[in-house]
């Protein structure tokens, strides 16, 4: 009889001990990613409102970090190492042997990617920038030269 029960306690040990494995594993694959890719919709890193908010404090004198650049189709911007850039409107593809940084995603944007509109990019090295698909207007941090 006292097999039994400790036949009976070992079997429901291993059967919980399994039942919180698979919990925990499944708390880890969905809990920290909440289903959304980063600066998707379903992730906004911040919101629309708040962003256009600041861009009008910038397009005032507000927030003098930036600078309002446009482009028109074909027109290129290069950027010098360390500088930094947003596409607000328009479409552009990435110039440049060495690419741009998502600093909002954290991927490397290669020659002829497009970029993605209110994502932050990084200037590796001199002459990353973009290429003009569309009218554009982009915000810049740092020096800059139109092609």
């Given at each position: 009889?006292?097999?039994?029960?400790?036949?009976?306690?070992?079997?429901?040990?291993?059967?919980?001990?399994?039942?919180?494995?698979?919990?925990?594993?499944?708390?880890?694959?969905?809990?920290?990613?909440?289903?959304?890719?980063?600066?998707?919709?379903?992730?906004?890193?911040?919101?629309?409102?708040?962003?256009?908010?600041?861009?009008?404090?910038?397009?005032k004198g507000?927030?003098?970090?930036?600078?309002?650049v446009t482009?028109?189709?074909?027109?290129?911007?290069?950027?010098?190492?360390?500088?930094?850039?947003?596409?607000?409107?328009?479409?552009?593809?990435?110039?440049?042997?060495?690419?741009?940084?998502?600093?909002?995603?954290?991927?490397?944007?290669k020659k002829?990617?497009?970029?993605?509109?209110?994502?932050?990019?990084?200037?590796?090295?001199?002459?990353?920038?973009?290429?003009?698909?569309?009218?554009?207007?982009?915000?810049?941090?740092?020096?800059?030269?139109?092609?």
């Amino acid at each position: 009889m006292k097999s039994k029960n400790l036949g009976q306690i070992f079997a429901f040990a291993v059967i919980l001990a399994l039942v919180a494995s698979l919990c925990y594993r499944a708390g880890r694959a969905d809990g920290a990613s909440g289903g959304g890719v980063p600066g998707s919709a379903g992730d906004p890193l911040i919101t629309r409102s708040y962003l256009e908010e600041r861009l009008s404090q910038i397009q005032k004198g507000e927030a003098a970090s930036f600078q309002k650049v446009t482009l028109i189709k074909g027109e290129e911007l290069a950027l010098y190492a360390g500088s930094e850039m947003m596409l607000y409107s328009g479409n552009a593809a990435v110039r440049g042997a060495d690419g741009l940084v998502n600093l909002t995603t954290g991927e490397l944007f290669k020659k002829g990617n497009s970029t993605v509109r209110y994502h932050l990019y990084f200037a590796p090295v001199d002459g990353s920038g973009i290429k003009a698909d569309s009218n554009v207007t982009v915000y810049v941090r740092g020096n800059y030269w139109k092609d």
